[in-house]
């Protein structure tokens, strides 16, 4: 059973530091900021479990030391047991503490038996979390919008805090689990938060200064119309030489204040945040201002791609939002600075339970590319429904625009917005910590077994975990996502959630709304046409394969049909069942899975600490009150649209 203490110690208990801890450690970090890491870990570690720290010439068990490895970059680091000893190399400080970690995961098996030498790098050079936190407390949106965890971990009673150490925690965990860079407010940046570029950038300093020991990198998320707002200037037209100097002066305080600051997080004409279309100028001319700005201090401008018409007529049917990143972006490929990265939502939409890969992703092959996912359960249950994204994440990585099953990258970054917050348990549901763990992880090596990843958490969350722990997290977790796709919009089609908040259901909640959002369920049929033969035409802005796998409904895989296409409820599915038929059994089948969870989870009482049983067992039964409630909303809904009863007579109101 996990230590009391260690309630919010989440993957790092010190339990977990037992093996490495009661060893003898020789370490040649040398100076600098993660080596200090590396070895006031180790220090610890060795203090609590009797290992000890030996001077370099004394024999031990494990050796962390610097070499000139080719390729391993800042980062990488290599691994190898060879007569009773275990030896760390990397090139930085930033691959010790990396392979520190690695240790720490492997636990006894790191000191096990011979291992011959293996080289570790991160696939992808950023892996970042965005914070959608305030400083200010948002009238509608709160204190972090879309967060699920309690306050701002950065940010309290309207500035940053005082008191660092919970983000010193923070930073650590996210360091074991390979982040590299944390963007510390909300996109939609509002007047206050405007200021921490300029007049507030200390504070800024403060929190980066407790994050660089873990090898983290903070960004700011930053207005586009600055110049106007904070400078004065008349305006933010990005071709304005007055507004390149303002950048390029505000840029050069930053950097001055943060020498390892890593840059701006821009989102620009979306959702009503200011940017260059006011000017007549392309996101290209907006986001190289920034990045010509960054450049002469190695920092990056991350330029979100969400833009798209949230205004638009609900009675257009050619509007087809799903298009909108790709028919904006595409056409500036090539035009981007080096240090301009798109980042791209995983699907075209907004982080729905199930969306195909943006076809934004693979089709500029001339652009520097993140791709976003979010941790942060705004469409997947808000933390109080246990939902594991680790496969939904790991399918999406894995997704080739070519149809190949190449591991070819696919972007040069991945970024979540984070799920974590200043409740005690990190996550709110202690359960979607897993989600932050399994986001590292999965950055690190986009082609890691999401179970595997699993695996790790379960072991270091609960060191020792007897089998029917492991089991018994196994069943509640891995089936997760997929439990939850049943019990809500069906087939692909999305949305159906109460506006505004997003939880819990409303078929038609964003049916008749400006979002862009539909299903067009009617008395014969449901699903969005996107096909180029009679639709939107946004199957086409896939190549081949997919933009005719996609194209046809026979093609089409079931679990994307409604996102693709218009059917009737009696259409057949690959899976032999007619659409509606599919409908009335997901529906019943996610509750029972969802109390079956429940159920698996109230036999782990004895084996996990008692604070964090009840927080989950309580979690759940709003899960399962809730899961009930899209089930009868779903299937009355359209029980009473196609008048075609549920062929098992089951109860349908
Ligand atoms: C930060 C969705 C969310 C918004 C969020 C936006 C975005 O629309 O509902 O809260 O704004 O995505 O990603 O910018």
């Not at 494990?62 to 760390?88: K, N, Q, S």
């Not at 303002?246 to 001055?256: F, I, K, L, Q, S």
């Not at 899960?623 to 009930?628: E, G, I, L, P, S």
Request: proline share 6%.
């Amino acid at each position: 059973m996990t230590d009391p203490g260690d309630i919010d110690a989440a993957w790092l208990p010190s339990a977990a530091f037992r093996a490495v801890g009661s060893r003898r450690v020789l370490v040649r970090a040398g100076e600098g900021p993660q080596a200090g890491t590396v070895h006031s870990e180790l220090a610890e570690a060795c203090a609590r479990f009797g290992g000890r720290v030996v001077p370099d010439g004394a024999d031990a068990d494990l050796v962390l030391a610097p070499a000139d490895v080719d390729g391993l970059g800042d980062e990488g680091f290599t691994f190898e047991r060879r007569g009773g000893t275990t030896t760390v190399t990397a090139s930085g400080q930033r691959g010790l503490l990396h392979g520190l970690f690695h240790v720490v995961r492997l636990g006894e098996d790191a000191f096990t038996g011979e291992r011959a030498r293996e080289v570790h790098r991160p696939a992808l050079a950023t892996r970042m979390l965005d914070h959608w936190d305030n400083v200010a407390v948002h009238p509608v949106m709160g204190q972090v919008e879309r967060g699920y965890a309690g306050g701002s971990l950065f940010w309290a009673d309207g500035r940053a805090r005082g008191d660092l150490d919970r983000v010193r925690a923070y930073g650590r965990l996210l360091a074991a689990c390979g982040i590299n860079a944390v963007a510390i407010n909300n996109v939609n940046v509002h007047a206050t938060e405007a200021h921490l570029l300029t007049d507030r950038i200390g504070e800024v300093a403060a929190i980066a200064d407790v994050l660089r020991p873990y090898g983290i990198r903070t960004h700011l998320s930053v207005t586009f119309a600055a110049p106007v707002v904070l400078g004065g200037l008349p305006t933010a037209d990005p071709l304005d030489e007055a507004v390149r100097t303002w950048w390029a002066e505000a840029t050069r305080r930053v950097y001055e204040a943060i020498g390892d600051f890593g840059g701006y997080v821009v989102k620009a004409d979306s959702e009503g945040q200011p940017g260059p279309f006011a000017y007549g100028r392309s996101h290209a001319d907006g986001a190289n201002l920034l990045a010509a700005a960054l450049e002469p201090y190695g920092g990056t401008v991350h330029w979100r791609a969400f833009v798209y018409d949230h205004r638009q007529d609900w009675r257009d049917r050619s509007t087809d939002r799903a298009r909108a990143a790709y028919d904006h972006f595409t056409p500036l490929d090539g035009r981007f600075a080096p240090n301009a990265v798109l980042q791209v939502k995983h699907g075209p939409m907004d982080f729905q339970v199930r969306e195909p890969v943006s076809p934004l992703i693979g089709a500029m092959p001339r652009t520097r590319l993140a791709v976003e996912v979010q941790a942060t359960q705004e469409y997947t249950g808000q933390q109080r429904h246990v939902c594991w994204l680790g496969p939904m994440w790991s399918e999406a990585l894995r997704f080739r625009p070519d149809g190949s099953v190449s591991a070819g990258r696919l972007a040069d970054g991945l970024v979540a917005v984070s799920n974590a917050g200043d409740d005690p348990f990190w996550t709110g549901h202690p359960l979607a910590q897993a989600n932050l763990y399994t986001f590292g992880r999965l950055a690190w090596d986009p082609a890691a077994d999401p179970r595997a990843v699993l695996d790790e958490w379960i072991a270091l969350t609960h060191p020792g975990a007897p089998e029917r722990l492991v089991d018994g997290l196994h069943a509640v977790l891995d089936g997760s996502w997929s439990t939850y796709e049943k019990y809500t919009a069906p087939l692909g089609v999305g949305f159906m959630v109460q506006p505004g908040h997003h939880y819990g259901p409303s078929v038609d909640g964003y049916e008749y709304s400006p979002w862009g959002t539909y299903h067009f369920a009617d008395r014969d049929g449901v699903g969005v046409d996107r096909s180029a033969a009679t639709g939107t035409g946004y199957a086409a802005q896939y190549a081949k394969p997919w933009s005719e796998v996609y194209e046809s409904p026979e093609t089409c895989p079931d679990e994307l049909l409604l996102f693709f296409h218009h059917v009737s409820y009696g259409h057949v599915l690959h899976s032999g069942k007619t659409v509606i038929q599919h409908i009335y059994d997901t529906h019943f089948e996610g509750v029972e899975e969802a109390e079956e969870a429940r159920r698996v989870w109230a036999g782990l009482a004895d084996l996990v600490e008692p604070a964090r049983h009840a927080r989950v067992a309580e979690r759940f039964e709003e899960q399962v009150r809730c899961a009930r409630e899209w089930r009868d909303q779903v299937n009355s809904y359209f029980l009473r649209k196609s008048g075609v009863p549920d062929g098992r007579g089951r109860t349908v109101y």
